[in-house]
């Protein structure tokens, strides 16, 4: 089985500041990947970043990167120099068993 | 190069009706999964259609079913409507019949489905 959390429902954060959106995972699956989506109003799902269990280095692209800790079974999404269109719904997702599992989603709010 | 086109983007049912969603893949995928997100909620993984089979099925009953054409299209039926089953249904599309390693999933906007 597979479980993937979020515990934060929502995040503020000013325009231009640095934000940490937390994700911790549970599996047996000893090659795993983790994922993070974001998901604007739309309704479309967005993918943003990819870091697989076997990756020595953290996942980057372009604003995002991955923190992942392996022991502590955390992926949390960093997002730099916010910006007001990444006010949206982000989630996280993990891939194990042939199976993306989903996180409840964390809130994104960016303020001016 | 055309992303997942899901129609219809909205529709209301009323309980006990039958519905059909539809899902065309991103140009260049073979692989299709359906995904159900209620509000407020993740997505929760329904089925994937892989080479025109049910490759994998999520903790849905069955009244929930797919199918797979040979164009990699696909179609999600859901019968005698709950309202419970009221939420945004998302396709998303992949190569190789797998969702494992950088596979990236590319999703739809999703068909947001209510049952009245």
């Known amino acids: 089985a597979q479980k993937i959390t979020q515990t934060q429902p929502g995040m503020f954060v000013q325009e231009k500041e640095a934000v940490t959106l937390d994700c911790t995972y549970d599996t047996s699956d000893p090659s795993y990947g983790l994922f993070w989506y974001k998901q604007p109003s739309s309704g479309e799902m967005i993918f943003l970043i990819y870091q697989g269990s076997y990756d020595q280095q953290n996942a980057t692209e372009g604003r995002y990167s991955l923190n992942f800790q392996k022991a502590r079974k955390s992926a949390n999404l960093v997002i730099s120099a916010s910006q007001l269109g990444d006010s949206a719904m982000y989630f996280c997702a993990g891939v194990g068993f042939q199976k993306l599992v989903f996180g409840t989603g964390t809130r994104l709010l960016v303020s001016p | 190069d055309a992303g997942v086109t899901q129609s219809p983007t909205h529709l209301i049912k009323t309980r006990g009706q039958q519905v059909t969603l539809r899902c065309s893949p991103k140009?260049?995928?073979?692989?299709v999964s359906w995904y159900q997100q209620a509000l407020g909620q993740g997505p929760q993984f329904i089925f994937q259609?892989?080479?025109?089979?049910?490759?994998q099925r999520g903790n849905f009953p069955d009244r929930f079913s797919g199918h797979q054409f040979p164009n990699y299209s696909s179609e999600l039926n859901v019968n005698a409507l709950l309202l419970g089953d009221s939420a945004l249904y998302l396709c998303?599309?992949?190569?190789?019949?797998?969702?494992?390693?950088?596979?990236?999933?590319?999703f739809g906007a999703g068909s947001r489905l209510t049952v009245l």
């Open positions: 998303a599309s992949s190569l190789g019949g797998t969702s494992s390693g950088a596979n990236v999933l590319t």
């Open positions: 259609y892989y080479e025109e089979e049910e490759r």
């Open positions: 140009s260049g995928h073979d692989t």
